[in-house]
């Protein structure tokens, strides 16, 4: 306990003006179930939030067309870069390819753009 207030004054030092307002659990029961439901699982939850776990899935799978593929999407120079490693000759747009090309993978010929919290998601072109 000692640390978490000794941190929570360092941090509270940075900034021009704070406050610490106590809200009673009571008024505070939904917010307390959600950090518990996010932190420990559905066990711990009270009853003030509903949890409803889907035995079978919601929509049934539809069918899909495959569609003629695109000479050119906002993907290619992506691709371009992460598969041949080419870029761009204009400097401007080499440099955007360069930051953006940080957040996608190529796996399999297939881009996928990773996510915050790990899953990797997959690209998808009109």
């Known amino acids: 306990m000692a640390s978490y207030l000794a941190q929570a004054k360092t941090l509270m030092a940075t900034f021009a003006t704070c406050k610490v307002k106590h809200i009673k659990r009571s008024e505070n029961k939904q917010d307390d179930a959600l950090s518990k439901l996010a932190a420990v699982g559905f066990e711990h939850v009270t009853k003030d939030v509903h949890v409803e776990v889907l035995a079978t899935p919601s929509i049934m799978n539809k069918e899909i067309l495959v569609c003629s593929e695109a000479e050119n999407t906002w993907m290619t120079p992506i691709i371009n870069y992460l598969a041949r490693?080419?870029?761009?000759?204009?400097?401007?747009?080499a440099r955007k390819i360069l930051h953006?090309?940080?957040?996608?993978?190529?796996?399999?010929?297939?881009?996928?753009?990773?996510?915050?919290?790990?899953?990797?998601?997959?690209c998808v072109d009109p």
Request: hydrophobic share 30%.
């Open 85 to 93: 490693g080419t870029l761009p000759e204009k400097k401007a747009e």
């Open 100 to 122: 953006k090309a940080l957040n996608y993978t190529i796996q399999g010929d297939i881009p996928y753009r990773r996510s915050y919290l790990g899953p990797l998601l997959r």
